[in-house]
């Protein structure tokens, strides 16, 4: 099998590398956050990470859409209209690119988290004819795939 089709698997935390939160974002403390990349996509539009903090309160931008999941620890969570709210283990959030958050972690956090560069919608639309013109010429029909345009 070839080495880009190998499974990956992350479950602790030894495999995490320092990865500092840009110091004009932190507000109080000294967040200390680390990362581990799990899987980046072929066309590079999609990666997964474990991402941990320790105390501190920071203010994060996100350039990519970010869906995380936590899996330890707690974070209040305020967007820029000033609504907080406490997320803990178990709990899921999406953070749409473009958005603002501040982030107050009082001991610990630790996420799971997949981010996804949006693709314009023009070239959304042109993969899936892309993708629509090849099932065609293999002669699928679109009940067989279950999709219309993916």
Same mark, same amino acid.
């Given at each position: 099998? #070839?080495?880009?089709?190998?499974? $990956?698997?992350?479950?602790?935390?030894?495999? =995490?590398?320092?990865?500092?939160? +840009? @110091?004009?974002?932190?507000?109080?403390?000294?967040? $200390?956050?680390?990362? +581990? =990349?799990?899987?980046?996509?072929?066309?590079?539009?999609?990666?997964? !990470?474990?991402?941990?903090?320790? *105390?501190?309160?920071? $203010?994060?931008?996100?350039?990519?859409?970010?869906?995380?999941?936590? =899996?330890?620890?707690?974070?209040?969570?305020?967007?820029?209209?000033?609504? @907080?709210?406490?997320?803990?283990?178990?709990?899921?959030?999406?953070? #749409?690119?473009?958005?603002?958050?501040?982030? /107050?972690?009082?001991? !610990?956090?630790? /996420?799971?988290?997949?981010?996804?560069?949006?693709?314009?919608? !023009?070239?959304?639309? *042109?993969?899936?004819?892309?993708?629509?013109?090849?099932?065609?010429?293999?002669? +699928?029909? +679109?009940?067989?795939?279950?999709? *219309?345009?993916?």
């Amino acid at each position: 099998m #070839p080495s880009e089709c190998m499974i $990956r698997i992350g479950s602790s935390t030894d495999s =995490l590398v320092d990865h500092p939160i +840009e @110091a004009s974002w932190i507000l109080q403390g000294k967040p $200390r956050a680390r990362i +581990e =990349l799990l899987s980046r996509s072929a066309d590079g539009t999609a990666s997964t !990470y474990f991402w941990d903090c320790t *105390a501190g309160r920071f $203010r994060w931008f996100y350039s990519y859409d970010e869906t995380v999941h936590i =899996l330890e620890g707690e974070v209040t969570l305020m967007d820029s209209a000033g609504h @907080a709210r406490r997320v803990s283990a178990g709990d899921t959030i999406f953070f #749409p690119a473009g958005s603002s958050v501040e982030w /107050k972690v009082d001991q !610990y956090v630790r /996420k799971l988290a997949f981010c996804r560069i949006p693709v314009p919608r !023009y070239l959304a639309w *042109a993969r899936a004819m892309v993708r629509r013109v090849r099932r065609v010429m293999r002669g +699928e029909s +679109e009940q067989e795939t279950g999709s *219309a345009l993916l």
